[in-house]
């Protein structure tokens, strides 16, 4: 069950983590690395595919009154996404850790959606308040650690 079919959240954003293929982690192996980010994310809906690989998972994140679905993803679109960002930064505009990125960028053909939701909450309380990034920048580092990835903010078409 994706977030989209729960009433009590909204749909925020969506960033992704490009990575090889080859690099592709276990449903297992992304379970437990989120947990290890914070035994407070509770997931749920998890699919797993041929050879147990990573398909889907939901993380709450009640704390932050916030949900994330991550799907993989590869193939055609992917590489269309990685040479339009390619086209998009200049390198002459980046510091040397950033160029490194757009090099590894280059070999990207697989990527991880992370769809961000807030948990929506009674009108008599200040929404702004409750509502907390923190779980997705953790969620997008810990895939990206996993992965050797690159965190990107596809609306921005920058490299985070």
Known sequence: MSMFENDQYQWRDTYCVLFESGRRPKLKEVEEKLLSVSSRYTLANG?????????????????????????????????EQVSQILREMKPADLGPEERGKLERLRRCDARFDVLHFEQMVDAGEEEDELFDPSALILVLDALAELT?????????GTIL
Not at 148 to 156: K, M, R, S, Y
């Open 148 to 156: 050797d990835g690159i965190p990107v903010d596809p609306q921005a």
């Open 47 to 79: 699919v797993a595919g041929k050879n147990g690989l990573f398909e889907s998972l939901t993380v709450v994140a009640p704390d932050d009154f916030s949900a994330l679905d991550i799907c993989f993803v590869r193939g055609e679109e992917v590489r």
